[in-house]
């Protein structure tokens, strides 16, 4: 048991919020292996499977950029796909056609009136991957952006989300609709990864941190993982630097979101627009909690620094961050010598 609140913090991290490494590694192998069972695909002919581009497979999500927290549920990839001669057509930014009338039967068998159909290709890519090994059962995503495999060998599911990688140097992936959205998720990991070394690693484990807070108090889908954290790294790219302390930067965050949750947020993509898609009734639970809990930590800091109260300090933080947070080991002072 720890004996201070920043070793508490420190057992918190490690054994709460932080996937372990052992768990982390582990990971790493299996997409690693995934991607190599997905390279063979378009070698089976009876599958006729969309031939790949290897050079512009892309890892993608939290997991990647080293913000998920544990429990470790979900690893995100792109599987990105040669044009095969086809072309695209801008709409919107979340609207692309893509002709596939001048490729192959590969793509065109997934095609409506030479339209590739980004749903027929995601049932595609979840319909062959019965043939891997290890293979346990493959669903569509949620939002109809990729396919879910799950693996007997593991507790967490990949999410594979087709992709095409075009002149622009943007990605094209299914919009839900039948459509095709770009995006570039190596923006994400260039941004985290850029302002993580600016604020000498401190980053990393504040973004994680409070993505844990809002597990413990806030409903599901209230707010995104992804637009959280890049709530976070818009307030630290305001700071000169972040705190050795990470409960002042918590603190500050919160207070941070308390306001700024109710306004857009952009990042230096232009392409993306505004993060913030989130309705009034959210944003103001989202403002509520966040006040509430920067609230809740002024009050742990003054009965740790001014009232010199280590079990109150706790059981504050506790509130703030549920039972997992650590207890302290405190000294019996009855039994204590001169």
Known sequence: MPKTIKSAFHEFHRDVVNIETSRTQKALASRDWLIEQLNKLELDESLSFPFRYGARQLNIGSFQRKTKIRELDDIDLFFCFTADNAFYTKISDDHYVISTVNSSHRLKSLSDDGILNSRKVIEKVKNSLAKISQYKNADL???????????????????????????????????????????????????????NQAKNGKLLQLVRTVKYWSKIHLPNDTISSYLLENFVIKYSQMKESLSDDIVYDLRDFLQYLSHNIYYPLYTESTFQGDLNSLNEERKKIISDKSIWSASKINEALHAELFNYDLPKAISIWQEVFGNNFPKLELKDEQNSTV
């Open 141 to 195: 995503h949620r939002r109809g952006e990729a396919a879910t495999l799950s693996l007997t060998s593991y507790e967490w599911v990949f999410d594979i989300v087709p992709c095409f990688y075009t002149d622009t140097g943007l990605y094209l992936i299914p919009n839900g609709e039948g459509g095709w959205k770009q995006t570039n998720p190596s923006v994400d990991q260039v941004r985290i990864t850029t302002e």
